[in-house]
């Protein structure tokens, strides 16, 4: 019988585990029958779960438990559990909400299914349950989520419909390492290409030291009155945003280090509006390019549209601390009221999860939209850093230099381009250092070329400034006469 669970919202649970990890079906209540007995019988002592609901709303929603399911009547103890909503009404929209007391995370009974919290969160069903034909009406409760999960705003309507009338209810194993059918899938599919896809120099040691100079030397026209030229990087929490600028600055420091904090959390790291310098550590030169990092985008959080006007408008001045209850207003203190050219922001590069494209909340997607009708305005140009690719090309997991002769990260290029809106030219496939320990030097290249294309745009950018202003200025001139 089909598994229903769809590879879109595996890679979306393998994200939320934080780890290779694929899935190997245990229970399945249209074919095994809905019985409690049935599914201790099948799931019990068998390490990791994640027990998934269908209902007749087309939602769907389940949990995560890293311990194994037990039959002795004790909760399960387990700080890696969640709940998750994968899809609502017919609409993919992943949210996850992670455990709060860890020591109720799941209650092991006999005479229960699968059950989360206390007995309260979520109980799908007890004794058994006869099909109805069309569907099976669970005789459990969900009305108390949020017991012993965090929902962040959510509730049960919003998260299962309080709909417990499911057409399936499944349960896989979780076992580590990546799918090995999923593997061989994707080496097949990902094949590397004789041509590369996209022109691009040498991945060697002189074009590396190129690039490098080039940064080193950039610098702007002497009638703008710009010393460093600003990069914003926006981006969803975990997609790497952050680590781009840690990457950066390893490259240049000949080092990995970790400036910026990073990582994968259920909220975003970056509290506090930094502009950061990048310093040359051969040269003791500090770049004439500054990265500008913000907090990350977040279904919960909305980003104050106004906020991100004065973040692109030159208002907020560097190390202002965010706070979500009081958005950025003409009247915080430290507001920058007659922002210079070089206060202002002149690139945005939207850093996006090349592993998750497909399932991008629909609230994401709309921030970043109101994001970019504001900087059009502007005539701010963007491109996109497109992360993680290792995760969807094993053969660029190995080797970064095969990222332009890969068919799956041509691929996802192509998605995000569409997504975005923007040339394909304007999406930049990288691999940020993550678990690195030393540098590499094709990671490097893809990283310092990725710079030098986004910096050349802020040219473009800086040079339609210096000419408005021109034009403003002759313009006032000719009044005055």
């Known amino acids: 019988m089909t598994e229903l669970l769809n590879q879109k919202y595996r890679d979306q649970l393998v994200t939320w585990i934080g780890k290779p990890c694929h899935f190997r079906?245990?229970?399945?209540?249209?074919?095994?029958?809905?019985?409690?007995?049935?599914?201790?019988?099948?799931?019990?002592?068998?390490?990791?779960?994640?027990?998934?609901?269908?209902?007749?709303?087309?939602?769907?929603?389940?949990?995560?438990?890293?311990?194994?399911?037990?039959?002795?009547?004790?909760?399960?103890?387990?700080?890696?559990?969640?709940?998750?909503?994968?899809?609502?009404?017919?609409?993919?929209?992943p949210l996850k909400f992670p455990i709060n007391q860890p020591t109720y995370a799941g209650f092991g009974v006999e005479g229960y299914g699968p059950s989360f919290g206390a007995g309260s969160d979520m109980i799908t069903?007890?004794?058994?349950?006869?099909?109805?034909?069309?569907?099976?009406?669970?005789?459990?409760?969900?009305?108390?989520?949020?017991?012993?999960?965090?929902?962040?705003?959510?509730?049960?309507?919003?998260?299962?419909?309080?709909?417990?009338?499911?057409?399936?209810?499944?349960?896989?194993?979780?076992?580590?390492?990546?799918?090995?059918?999923?593997?061989?899938?994707?080496?097949?599919?990902?094949?590397?290409?004789?041509?590369?896809?996209?022109?691009?120099?040498?991945?060697?040691?002189?074009?590396?030291?190129?690039?490098?100079?080039?940064?080193?030397?950039?610098?702007?026209?002497?009638?703008?009155?710009?010393?460093?030229?600003?990069?914003?990087?926006?981006?969803?929490?975990?997609?790497?945003?952050?680590?781009?600028?840690?990457?950066?600055?390893?490259?240049f420091r000949g080092k990995i280090t970790s400036k910026a904090r990073s990582g994968s959390f259920e909220h975003s790291l970056t509290t506090v509006y930094r502009k950061y310098n990048i310093k040359d550590h051969n040269s003791g030169q500090t770049l004439k390019i500054r990265l500008c990092d913000t907090r990350g985008l977040e279904e919960e959080f909305t980003i104050d549209p106004q906020e991100i006007s004065h973040?692109?408008?030159?208002?907020?001045?560097?190390?202002?601390?965010?706070?979500?209850s009081a958005p950025f207003t003409t009247e915080t203190f430290g507001f920058i009221r007659n922002p210079h050219l070089g206060d202002r922001i002149h690139c945005v590069a939207f850093v996006v999860d090349g592993s998750t494209i497909d399932v991008i909340p629909e609230k994401i997607l709309k921030q970043m939209k109101a994001m970019q009708s504001r900087m059009n305005q502007r005539n701010i140009p963007q491109v996109v850093y497109l992360?993680?690719?290792?995760?969807?090309?094993?053969?660029?997991?190995?080797?970064?230099?095969?990222?332009?002769h890969s068919s799956a990260v041509r691929e996802a290029?192509?998605?995000?381009?569409?997504?975005?809106?923007?040339?394909?030219?304007?999406?930049?496939?990288?691999?940020?250092?993550?678990?690195?320990?030393?540098?590499?030097?094709?990671?490097?290249?893809?990283?310092?070329?990725?710079?030098?294309?986004?910096?050349?745009f802020t040219d473009d950018y800086m040079e339609e400034q210096v000419e408005k202003m021109v034009a403003e200025n002759g313009q006032g001139r000719k009044e005055k006469e």
């Not at 999406?427 to 094709?442: G, M, R």
């Open 387 to 404: 992360t993680k690719l290792d995760k969807v090309c094993p053969m660029v997991e190995e080797d970064a230099g095969h990222m332009f």
């Open 311 to 324: 973040i692109l408008d030159g208002n907020i001045p560097d190390r202002y601390q965010f706070n979500p």
């Open 413 to 456: 290029v192509d998605k995000i381009a569409d997504v975005m809106g923007l040339p394909r030219g304007f999406v930049l496939p990288i691999k940020n250092y993550e678990s690195e320990t030393i540098l590499d030097q094709n990671i490097d290249i893809l990283i310092l070329k990725a710079l030098k294309q986004t910096s050349d």
């Open 125 to 251: 069903f007890t004794g058994t349950i006869n099909s109805s034909g069309k569907y099976f009406s669970l005789n459990g409760s969900v009305n108390s989520i949020g017991s012993y999960y965090s929902l962040n705003g959510q509730n049960s309507t919003s998260i299962t419909n309080n709909n417990l009338q499911v057409t399936d209810l499944e349960v896989y194993q979780v076992l580590d390492g990546p799918d090995p059918k999923k593997t061989k899938f994707k080496m097949a599919e990902s094949s590397l290409l004789d041509k590369p896809w996209r022109k691009f120099p040498e991945f060697n040691a002189e074009t590396a030291n190129k690039l490098k100079e080039e940064l080193v030397d950039y610098g702007q026209d002497s009638e703008t009155g710009v010393r460093a030229a600003n990069i914003l990087l926006i981006g969803q929490i975990g997609a790497g945003k952050s680590s781009f600028f840690n990457s950066v600055n390893s490259i």
């Open 25 to 93: 079906l245990l229970y399945k209540i249209s074919r095994d029958g809905c019985s409690a007995t049935t599914f201790h019988q099948k799931c019990d002592s068998q390490g990791a779960t994640v027990t998934v609901l269908y209902n007749t709303n087309n939602t769907i929603y389940g949990g995560y438990l890293s311990q194994s399911w037990k039959s002795n009547s004790a909760y399960i103890n387990d700080p890696n559990a969640f709940l998750f909503r994968l899809q609502y009404n017919g609409s993919s929209n």
